[in-house]
Every structure is written in C-alpha cells, then in structure tokens.
C-alpha cells in the first residue's frame, strides 16, 4: 500500500501545487525508514539458525534518533558473533515510536515499551525486539546513562526486549543478544559480556569466551523449543498447518 502511495505521489510530484509538501516529506521518512529493515544485514548464509528483530525507532521531528547504517552495523556485528553457534539475525519489520519515548528514564517507561504489543510464554513472539532510543538511563545512578539494555517486563517477566540508546557501541546490541541468550557479566578478558575497562585484548579481538558461546547454544535451543524464538530456516508456512499424528515423527534438533 505504501507503495501505491508513493507511487501517487511520484507521479503526481510535477503536479507541484496540488500536492502538499507536508505530504512529500511524510513519504520521504516513511521511505527512510523502511531501510532498517531493507539496508541491514540478513542472515548469513553459513548460520544454520536464522531469528527475527523487529525494531521500534524513536522519530523526534521528521527524522529517527539513529540512521538506518548505524543499526545495520549492530545487526552485522551480532551476526559475527552468533556465526559461532550458527545462529544469524534479520530484520523483518521496522515499527516507529513517538517522540515522547526518546528518553527513557524509569523502569516504568522500559517496562511500558510494548505493552500489549508482543508475545507472552503462553503466546511466544517468536522474535527478539529491539526498541532505539535517543537517551537511556541509567536506573542505579541517577543522571547518568547507558548504552543498552536486555529488560524483562516487571509484570510478565516472560516479556523481554532489549533497548539500545543512540550513544550504544556497536557491539552494544550484541552484548544485550549475549544476555537474552543467558549471559551474565563475566570477567573473561576476551568477552564483550566483562564490562571492565581494559586494553588487552584489543577491541576487535573481542567476541564471548568458549564457556559463554556453549551456555548460549543451550539457550539457544531451548528457546526454539519454548517458541521465544522461530527459527526462520524451519518454518513452515502457516496455512500449511501440520497434521497432528506428524508432529512426533519430526525429531526437533
Ligand atoms: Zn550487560
């Protein structure tokens, strides 16, 4: 339908005076931000397991708080990362957030970031959401803030996201993958999950441990096998519907 729209207006853009600028720019955003989804990587060839992000975008004015490359390049280097227990992200679908979500200041706003919107364990989204914001902060200490965060809805923990802040690194959003997928903090120097400042070994050196990438295919598959995540590479197509009797003769891996 955008599409048609857009095309209305591209025709009809000669036209100049019938048509409002206002009209002109909506399309322009709107066009914009569908590169979240359609400029970011997909998943790597070589990842045997393929998982959803839906990103929500804050848009402040006319514009989002990030530009479309800044979030290609958390997708690709999560991608990276994940390579190691074959699993690759995409993005499938890319909704905005109005400007009063810029700034999330309280575990209230995080906990109110799609209520209503996505799965429980009883109805699995099946995805992971990202939601991209101009400033988060720092619910410890106040006045400061950080860079991203992997949150768990206070009323229905089986609801968890993860918040990026524009200022995130851009392995920020891998880090918060490394905690949707059962990680902790570590002190291993080599890991992205060890949040202590140190020079060695060098940044781009730097991904997740041995003892972290093996709790991490646990996790993995437990949350295929709970639903918290579809694996795009083995999904059916809904209308196909599976026949009852079939679904014991299909050994899940
Ligand atoms: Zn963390």
């Known amino acids: 339908m955008l599409a048609a729209v ?10 100049g005076p019938t048509l409002g600028v206002g009209t002109l720019l909506q399309c322009q955003e709107q066009l914009g931000l569908r590169a979240f989804v359609t400029g970011t990587p ?34 690709a280097a999560a991608n990276r990362l994940f390579g190691t227990i074959d699993v690759g992200f995409e993005t499938l679908e890319v909704r905005t957030e109005p400007a009063e979500r810029a700034s999330i200041e309280s575990r209230s706003d995080r906990d ?17 959401h990202v939601w991209v914001v ?9 006045g400061d803030e950080i860079r991203g965060v992997h949150w ?5 923990p089986t609801r968890r996201f993860v918040i990026l802040s524009s200022i995130a690194g851009d392995r920020t959003l891998a880090h918060e ?10 002190r291993y ?19 997740f441990h041995a003892r972290e990438y093996a709790i991490m295919r646990g996790r993995r598959d437990a949350m295929v096998a709970d639903g918290t995540l579809r694996d795009r590479r083995r999904a059916r197509p809904r209308s196909q519907g599976v026949p009852k009797n079939a679904s014991r003769s299909s050994a899940p891996d």
């Open 6 to 15: 857009v095309a209305g207006v591209l025709a009809a853009a000669p036209l």
């Open 42 to 75: 997909r998943c790597p060839e070589a990842a045997k397991r393929c998982f959803g992000i839906v990103v929500h975008v804050v848009v402040e004015g006319d514009a989002p708080v990030v530009a479309p490359v800044w979030f290609a390049e958390q997708v």
């Open 112 to 128: 109110h970031l799609g209520r209503g919107e996505h799965g429980t364990a009883s109805a699995p989204a099946g995805v992971v």
């Open 134 to 142: 101009r400033r988060l902060a720092d619910v410890d200490i106040a």
């Open 152 to 156: 768990r809805d206070r009323a229905d």
């Open 177 to 186: 993958l490394g905690h949707f997928f059962g990680l902790p903090h570590s």
């Open 189 to 207: 120097p080599e890991s992205i999950m060890n949040k202590t400042p140190r020079e060695d070994p060098p940044w781009e050196l730097r991904g």
